[in-house]
């Protein structure tokens, strides 16, 4: 897998916040979410995203609506009929596996 580095560094990032890893690369039938996370209990679905440069724009330029629809459809189709409430995230990784800096961002609060 081309960008595996830029999710493995995103995951030791978000463990290193506290976060316990539930699933990588989960898939459904809308999509796959690249790192199911819990946080303090709350389920978080998060989306990683890697340029090199800004040549290509902003990893979350990436993130579009429709993305972003297919994410949550993913998630309450993981997490079933339950009602509690989750996030959708995003990583945002800049560079390449020697030299690079990440970004976090919630995108939403369900």
Request: proline share 5%.
């Amino acid at each position: 897998m081309k960008g595996a580095w830029a999710e493995d560094a995103a995951l030791r990032f978000l463990l290193q916040k506290g976060y316990r890893l539930v699933a990588r690369r989960r898939r459904t039938p809308y999509g796959e979410i690249d790192l199911w996370m819990s946080d303090r209990g709350t389920p978080v679905f998060v989306e990683v995203k890697q340029r090199r440069s800004g040549r290509y724009g902003d990893p979350l330029e990436a993130i579009t609506p429709w993305k972003l629809e297919r994410i949550r459809k993913s998630a309450l189709f993981l997490l079933g009929r339950d009602d509690r409430p989750f996030r959708v995230e995003a990583v945002l990784v800049y560079g390449t596996p020697g030299r690079f800096r990440l970004r976090h961002r919630v995108l939403e609060l369900i």
